[in-house]
Structures are given as structure tokens and as C-alpha cells.
């Protein structure tokens, strides 16, 4: 298990700070966040819990540069993310940010190596380096026999790991991971939580969305929360991180 709250002693790898998020459909307005105000250090393995409706994945999207706020700022990487231009958000997005999803979020039409390319696709990257970074990282996972294979050709917790291999292979210091465990038994959600430890162990950050007590166990620190704000942390947002 990772170190306890270990972002009071590691710089921060992003914070936000105020952060409210409000969707608005005529006269009707919605508060999914509401003041949201999180450290997470370099290095951390963080679980973030909470029913639904709490304002978990709204979190996860903010993070993930997916969605920006109604107010407030994230720092990411020493960077205000509210200053990036659609461009730079898309490079952040595809270069510092690795994407796990409940649904695996895998196109059905490719095989697996050319699944864990599509990150390097708008890059500079060749085409000779992004097939064996792609294998590189498949076989990381322990999919090297499965390269070939589409999705459909695999269990639920092998796509999910094609999915991590993907998350992987632009070697991001950010993962964040939106439910992994929801759609896989329990055995390819242990075999997914470890690859995460392993993860985490190589010195990524790791910031998992999750309503399971189990996967949030994982984790050195559990962030709760309710009616789209933080009810609990066990660091303070005004700790140093």
C-alpha cells in the first residue's frame, strides 16, 4: 500500500483551488462542484469515493482537462490550466494525461497494438515508434500474445489492461482511472488494481474515481465526497504538498 498521505510531503503535481462547475440549461442552473479545492502530490495514489450524483466524475473530467470550470483554477504541472488554448489543452490531454474509463473506451474496428497507438497519433511520433511503443507497452500489461486481437475477441479485464497500455504509452506522470473495476469480475479487477500499484510503484501519479471500498483501500489517501464538494481528506488543501 502507498504511503499515507504522502502529498504533505511531495511538491504538487496539480491543484485546484475553488473550482465550481455549474451546467446551465435555460433558467435552469446546476452546481455539480462547489468550491472544490484539491492537492494531489507528485508520485500519490489518491481514491476518490463518493454516491452518485457527488460530483465524481465531473471531478475526474476537470482533471483530465476533458471539461474546464465555472470559476476557480487548476494547476497543473505547474501550469494554470484556464490560460491553454483548445490546442495545448488537446496536448496536454494526449501527452501529459493517461485515460482509464469504466467502458474501456476501446474502438471496436482495431486490434489491440493499434488501440494503445491512438495517443501517439497527433503527435510527432513515427509510425515505427509508435507500433513498438505500443507493443512495448502491451506487453507491459501482460498482453504481448494479444496484440492482433480486437476487443472483441477479449474478456472484459484484458481490455481493460489494453486500456491501461493505452493510459501508458505516452509515459504520462498523470493517470487517472474513472471507475476500472466497474465493468470486470473480481479477479481481473485485482490483476487491474495491481497493475495500477505497479504503476504507482514506478513513481506515477494515480487518481482513481471509484464507489468500491476495496479499490479505494488501494490507494494512500481517500478523498470523499458529497453534493459536489469534499467532505472529507485526510490532507488538508491548505497542507504544503
Not at 21 to 36: E, N
Not at 175 to 204: C, F, K, Y
Not at 207 to 232: F, L, N
Amino acid at each position: 500500500m502507498a504511503p499515507e498521505h504522502a502529498s504533505a510531503r511531495r511538491s504538487a503535481l496539480l491543484e485546484l483551488e475553488g473550482i465550481w462547475k455549474t451546467y446551465r440549461s435555460g433558467a435552469l442552473a446546476v452546481d455539480a462542484l462547489r468550491g472544490v479545492s484539491l492537492r494531489v502530490g507528485r508520485g500519490e495514489f489518491v481514491a476518490v469515493m463518493g454516491p452518485s450524483g457527488s460530483g465524481k466524475s465531473t471531478l475526474m473530467h476537470i482533471l483530465g482537462c476533458l471539461d474546464v470550470p465555472s470559476a476557480g483554477r487548476y494547476i497543473l504541472e505547474g501550469r494554470d490550466v484556464s490560460a491553454l488554448d483548445d490546442g495545448q489543452l488537446a496536448e496536454v490531454r494526449s501527452r501529459r494525461i493517461g485515460f482509464v474509463f469504466q467502458q474501456f473506451n476501446l474502438l471496436a474496428s482495431l486490434d489491440a497494438v493499434r488501440n494503445v497507438e491512438l495517443p501517439l497519433l497527433y503527435s510527432d511520433t513515427s509510425r515505427a515508434d509508435r507500433r513498438r511503443l505500443a507493443l512495448e507497452a502491451l506487453e507491459r500489461v501482460g498482453l504481448a500474445d494479444r496484440v492482433d486481437h480486437r476487443p472483441g475477441e477479449l474478456s472484459g479485464g484484458q481490455q481493460q489492461r489494453v486500456a491501461i497500455a493505452r493510459a501508458l504509452v505516452s509515459e504520462p506522470n498523470l493517470i487517472l482511472a474513472d471507475e476500472p473495476t466497474g465493468n470486470i469480475d473480481s479477479q481481473a479487477s485485482a490483476e487491474v488494481m495491481n497493475l495500477l500499484l505497479d504503476l504507482h510503484g514506478e513513481g506515477r501519479t494515480i487518481v482513481v474515481i471509484t464507489h468500491e471500498a476495496e479499490v479505494a483501500a488501494t490507494a494512500g489517501r481517500t478523498v470523499r465526497m458529497r453534493d459536489g464538494a469534499i467532505v472529507g481528506d485526510p490532507v488538508p488543501s491548505g497542507a504544503p504538498a
